[in-house]
């Protein structure tokens, strides 16, 4: 059943307000009531052609779970930063980045970014060591590195990685059905999908600095981003006209953004819109955004539905390993660390 608490956020925040967030209360789509799945789905696509970002409530995440990777977020950040170094960023996207170690150099909005006042963690799917594609060596699909010492950190984020999964899974019928698809339609695509899960810390800022960013204004590379509510607020969103908005507090919510992946696959159709985080709340913040694509092989072809009769897709196909790396190629830059390269931005 639907909680009817959050009715006076969903009439605050209405989908017709193009300066406003829209809510997507998917508790009556999960449950099966008849026709939520067409409701919703028209809701998604105005999000996604208008605004670039929704939130979800009712989404079915236990509140311990999402509790539990911020626990984990906390427990990884608070070790010396000799240890969490030992398990430095590597070329498969896992592993650490230190504070000051990640700089946005792919965003159209602002040019010669300082180095993000944020630390993070990234996680990726678990792959066992005899996984064919862990021994085959593909770049993306190796194995996690882990922190010594935290006998609860695997469990808690691994836990919350396979329910955002599954969370970011229903949500596909919705993407379908905003696109004119069958609402299967994006099924094959993510039978395995590939994620990025990403403990970040945001130390406070100087209140008295502008030009520096927790995150610089940037894009995400995703096809979806699902972000579990933050009790310290930071993120910033830039709408289609122009105008920056601070991203509400929805207790209890996840929000959501299409990324570059998405874009490109809906032929410029769906939003990928620009957001950035100042943590200027004077507390320590911490954020767990969880990065989905499709499966690592699935060649990622203009949508049909997306193509104007007549017209040539703007892009030619390309599967996700191709893409990520043409995205890391892109926007890094060299300079030494453990795989000879510094984070551009996820």
């Not at 956020?9 to 998917?26: F, Q």
């Not at 004077?282 to 699935?298: I, L």
């Amino acid at each position: 059943m639907s909680d009817t608490s959050y009715a006076p956020s969903l009439a605050a925040i209405r989908p017709d307000a193009k300066e406003e967030i829209p809510v997507l209360d998917i508790g009556p789509y999960l449950a099966g009531e008849p026709g939520a799945l067409e409701r919703l789905g028209a809701e998604m696509r105005y999000a996604l052609e208008n605004i670039g970002f929704y939130f979800v409530v009712n989404h079915g995440i236990p509140q311990a779970l999402i509790d539990g990777v911020f626990d984990a977020a906390r427990l990884f950040h608070a070790l010396p930063l000799e240890q969490k170094s030992a398990i430095a960023f590597t070329e498969n996207n896992t592993g650490y980045v230190p504070l000051k170690g990640s700089t946005t150099r792919h965003s159209a909005l602002t040019k010669d970014n300082k180095p993000n006042l944020v630390e993070s963690f990234f996680i990726k799917r678990d792959l066992p060591a005899d996984h064919p594609d862990v021994l085959a060596g593909k770049r993306f699909r190796g194995q996690n590195q882990w922190p010594e010492d935290l006998p609860e950190f695997r469990r808690l984020a691994m836990a919350y990685a396979d329910a955002a999964e599954r969370l970011g899974t229903s949500l596909l019928p919705l993407y379908a059905v905003a696109l004119g698809l069958p609402a299967d339609w994006f099924a094959p695509a993510f039978r395995e999908p590939m994620y990025t899960l990403r403990l970040s810390h945001y130390p406070q800022q100087p209140p008295a600095v502008d030009d520096q960013f927790g995150l610089a204004p940037h894009t995400d590379t995703s096809f979806m981003t699902l972000l579990p509510q933050n009790k310290v607020q930071g993120l910033s969103v830039r709408l289609p006209n122009g105008k920056w908005i601070d991203a509400p507090a929805l207790p209890g919510s996840f929000l959501v953004n299409g990324g570059d992946l998405m874009r490109r696959w809906t032929n410029d159709r769906f939003l990928a819109t620009p957001h950035r985080v100042t943590n200027k709340s004077g507390q320590e913040r911490y954020a767990a955004p969880f990065f989905m694509d499709c499966d690592y092989g699935w060649v990622m072809r203009c949508i049909p539905s997306c193509l104007p009769a007549g017209a040539e897709p703007s892009y030619p196909p390309i599967t996700y390993a191709e893409y990520l790396a043409w995205y890391r190629a892109q926007n890094y830059a060299a300079a030494p660390g453990k795989d000879g390269v510094k984070l551009s931005a996820y």
